[in-house]
């Protein structure tokens, strides 16, 4: 009885270890893991995500797997700096500063990966763009740097269900990652990141508004963009 009652405690204590506090202690254990393929859950400066390696589609095909998501629907990919972003898309066409001025901070830059970007084109396969992400979060950053390539991003969730602003919001996935990292509660509510199209020499488009349009917006206009507008 002893016996059983030890191997019990054992299985409990496994599946509560997979949880860590996102803290500067543990940004090493999460790089390793993402350097193996593996799936880890993190906090940003807007919800939770899943994250991995950008660069393997074995794990980015896991992430399909844990939300149950189609492969249709593209990913994002987080960079440690604002820097890192030119060797996955084109920013040559970008007034000069606009970047930084944007990032880190809750928005995602969608811009053309060009000839010349070293993701591999079975990411978000027949798409010539890609989102960027660059948040403003100390721990997912030191991870993307650690990792010397770029995460595969998306909201910690089954698809079509509420982004999670606390790691209880999906209790019910932790299992399915190598491990998640708790970052308390996330105050920026559940609009998640502003989604603005930057493709077009001198235009924006708002793709969707999130959690810092005003902001956003605000930024590119004083860098001189233009709202893109629908044909009529």
């Given at each position: 009885?002893?016996?059983?009652?030890?191997?019990?405690?054992?299985?409990?204590?496994?599946?509560?270890?997979?949880?860590?506090?996102?803290?500067?202690?543990?940004?090493?254990?999460?790089?390793?893991?993402?350097?193996?393929?593996?799936?880890?859950?993190?906090?940003?400066?807007?919800?939770?995500?899943?994250?991995?390696?950008?660069?393997?589609?074995?794990?980015?095909?896991?992430?399909?797997?844990?939300?149950?998501?189609?492969?249709?629907?593209?990913?994002?990919?987080?960079?440690?700096?604002?820097?890192?972003?030119?060797?996955?898309?084109?920013?040559?066409?970008?007034?000069?500063?606009?970047?930084?001025?944007?990032?880190?901070?809750?928005?995602?830059?969608?811009?053309?990966?060009?000839?010349?970007?070293?993701?591999?084109?079975?990411?978000?396969?027949?798409?010539?763009?890609?989102?960027?992400?660059?948040?403003?979060?100390?721990?997912?950053?030191?991870?993307?740097?650690?990792?010397?390539?770029?995460?595969?991003?998306?909201?910690?969730?089954?698809?079509?269900?509420?982004?999670?602003?606390?790691?209880?919001?999906?209790?019910?996935?932790?299992?399915?990652?190598?491990?998640?990292?708790?970052?308390?509660?996330?105050?920026?509510?559940?609009?998640?990141?502003?989604?603005?199209?930057?493709?077009?020499?001198?235009?924006?488009?708002?793709?969707?508004?999130?959690?810092?349009?005003?902001?956003?917006?605000?930024?590119?206009?004083?860098?001189?963009?233009?709202?893109e507008t629908l044909a009529i």
């Amino acid at each position: 009885m002893a016996w059983s009652l030890k191997k019990c405690d054992l299985s409990i204590e496994n599946k509560v270890g997979v949880v860590h506090p996102s803290t500067d202690d543990y940004a090493e254990e999460a790089i390793e893991a993402i350097r193996v393929g593996k799936v880890v859950a993190v906090p940003t400066d807007t919800l939770y995500g899943f994250a991995c390696d950008a660069c393997s589609m074995e794990a980015v095909n896991k992430i399909y797997e844990i939300k149950g998501r189609k492969h249709t629907s593209p990913l994002a990919i987080c960079v440690g700096d604002v820097s890192d972003i030119k060797r996955f898309a084109v920013t040559d066409h970008l007034p000069h500063g606009l970047l930084d001025s944007l990032l880190p901070g809750p928005v995602t830059i969608v811009l053309r990966r060009g000839e010349s970007s070293v993701l591999d084109k079975s990411l978000n396969p027949g798409l010539d763009n890609i989102g960027v992400r660059v948040p403003n979060d100390n721990f997912i950053r030191a991870i993307s740097r650690g990792s010397k390539s770029a995460l595969a991003l998306t909201s910690a969730n089954l698809s079509g269900q509420p982004s999670s602003v606390c790691i209880k919001d999906f209790e019910t996935l932790w299992e399915h990652c190598a491990y998640v990292y708790d970052g308390g509660v996330l105050p920026s509510g559940r609009a998640g990141s502003t989604v603005v199209d930057l493709t077009r020499l001198g235009k924006y488009k708002i793709l969707r508004p999130g959690s810092a349009r005003e902001e956003t917006v605000a930024i590119l206009e004083r860098h001189s963009l233009l709202e893109e507008t629908l044909a009529i």
